[in-house]
């Protein structure tokens, strides 16, 4: 089975930049994906990183090392509506569901 | 521009009680799933349909039944629910399996 390492709540101020880690542990892999939860929403999807290095999205980038088994989501100029939950995913096969870790809960102060 | 729709949005049951959630999307995709959110436990897959006429179980199937009734439409029932359902429960559709999900608004369901 896979499991997934992500903290469980990380604190910011406006306009910092914050890194959310992921772990993870699975049988193959094929990427890790990031999404993002506001309170009472539903997921929306960020990212995706089926190789090494750094993937870049505005203010949001995603990194991934296949070698480490690890990968972080990086937000620059944190706003307060950046204000969410973000998880972490990983499909360890080619035609295999997402498993989904349990959620790392940002908040972003004046 | 809908996306993916689920109905009911929220809903209150009694132990025993059976009800079906609905879904629907637009985008033409394959794959569809039901997964369920239960404070600090993230997203856990409970059923999904790669194609059309296919059906798998995921993490946490017990106590539930899907159908898909065709390319657009994937439900979820409960036959008989438990205190233990008491959930958030989205439905999200993507190309294919392991890509990029759409996610509906979510169902927050209480069993009491």
């Known amino acids: 089975g896979q499991s997934l390492e992500q903290p469980s709540e990380v604190t910011a101020v406006e306009g910092a930049i914050v890194q959310i880690n992921c772990t993870y542990q699975?049988?193959?892999?094929?990427?890790l994906s990031w999404y993002q939860q506001h309170d009472g929403g539903a997921p929306t999807f960020l990212s995706y990183?089926?190789?090494?290095g750094l993937e870049e999205t505005g203010r949001f980038s995603s990194f991934l090392s296949r070698s480490d088994s690890y990968g972080y989501l990086l937000l620059q100029e944190l706003q307060m509506k950046d204000s969410a939950s973000y998880f972490c995913?990983?499909?360890?096969?080619?035609?295999?569901?997402?498993?989904f870790g349990k959620g790392t809960m940002l908040l972003v102060s004046p | 521009n809908a996306g993916v729709t689920q109905t009911p949005k929220f809903q209150v049951l009694k132990t025993g009680q059976s009800m079906t959630l609905q879904c629907a999307q637009d985008?033409?995709?394959?794959?569809m799933y039901w997964y369920r959110q239960d404070p600090g436990m993230g997203l856990r897959l409970i059923y999904y349909?790669?194609?059309?006429?296919?059906?798998d179980k995921g993490e946490v199937p017990n106590g539930y039944n899907v159908s898909r009734l065709n390319k657009r439409e994937f439900s979820l029932r409960l036959e008989s629910a438990a205190p233990s359902q008491t959930s958030v429960y989205f439905c999200?559709?993507?190309?294919?399996?392991?890509?990029?999900?759409?996610f509906g608004s979510g169902t927050q369901l209480s069993v009491l």
């Open positions: 999200a559709s993507s190309g294919g399996v392991g890509e990029k999900l759409f």
């Open positions: 699975t049988s193959g892999f094929y990427g």
């Open positions: 990183n089926a190789l090494d």
């Open positions: 995913a990983v499909r360890d096969g080619g035609y295999s569901t997402l498993t």
């Open positions: 985008m033409n995709h394959n794959s």
């Open positions: 349909s790669a194609s059309e006429g296919t059906t």
